[in-house]
């Protein structure tokens, strides 16, 4: 099993960054693909970007890229994600998963931590 905890959220205003830090435990996350999902309210769940076990490939949604960094650091056992340009339909709670790369689905979830950006 993972146990995921996500960290960094908070109120920001438009064009400001944040960081969002996903911190594992239970099992090391070098044998996982990672991603980062988001929320908002009266919506579903989107798929915001991802990146392999190795950190060498990633993947971004069209709505993110190009502001959004996704980056990873086994030895701490840590996904980040740098937000910068941030907009305020980036409001949401954004969610951090782990799949096993057998598997399709993400199997281990966060709890979730909340991004408003203010107008």
């Known amino acids: 099993q993972v146990q995921l905890v996500e960290s960094g959220g908070g109120l920001v205003q438009a064009g400001g960054s944040l960081r969002l830090s996903c911190a594992a435990s239970?099992?090391?996350?070098?044998?996982?693909?990672m991603a980062w999902f988001r929320q908002a309210p009266g919506k579903e769940r989107e798929f915001v970007t991802a990146?392999?076990?190795?950190?060498?490939?990633?993947g971004y949604a069209d709505s993110v890229k190009g502001r959004f960094t996704i980056s990873r650091d086994n030895a701490k056992n840590t996904v980040y994600l740098r937000m910068n340009s941030l907009k305020p339909e980036d409001t949401a709670v954004y969610y951090c998963?782990?799949?096993?790369?057998?598997?399709?689905?993400?199997?281990?979830w966060g709890q979730g931590t909340q991004v408003t950006v203010s107008s």
């Open positions: 998963a782990a799949r096993d790369p057998s598997y399709t689905d993400y199997s281990y």
């Open positions: 239970g099992r090391t996350l070098s044998g996982y693909d």
């Open positions: 990146i392999s076990r190795s950190g060498g490939t990633t």
